[in-house]
C-alpha cells in the first residue's frame, strides 16, 4: 500500500488558469483525481496553473492530454 498523500506528481505547467482548469475537467471527466495549484493567491489573477496526478493515473493522464487535437484545421474544414 502506498502512502497517497504523498505520491503526487507534476504532470504539467500552463500559461494561464483556464487552460489548467480545462485540461484539469478533461482529467477529471476521465476517472483521475487532478491537483490544480493556480501560481497566484490572488484572486482574478490569471497567472498560470500547475496539474498533479497520483502516480498510479500518471501514464493514462499523459496519454490522455497528448491526444488533445491542439491544430485548428480539422475545425476551419466545417466552416467553408
Sequence with gaps: MTNQ???WHKLGSYDTN??????ANLLRNNGITVSVQTLSGIPGMNSGAVLWVQTD?????K???????T??????????
Design 5 to 7: 498523500i504523498d505520491d
Design 18 to 23: 483556464l487552460q489548467g482548469e480545462l485540461h
Design 57 to 61: 493515473d500518471l501514464a493514462q493522464a
Design 63 to 69: 496519454r490522455i492530454l497528448a491526444s488533445i487535437d
Design 71 to 80: 491544430t485548428m484545421a480539422s475545425h476551419d474544414e466545417g466552416l467553408n
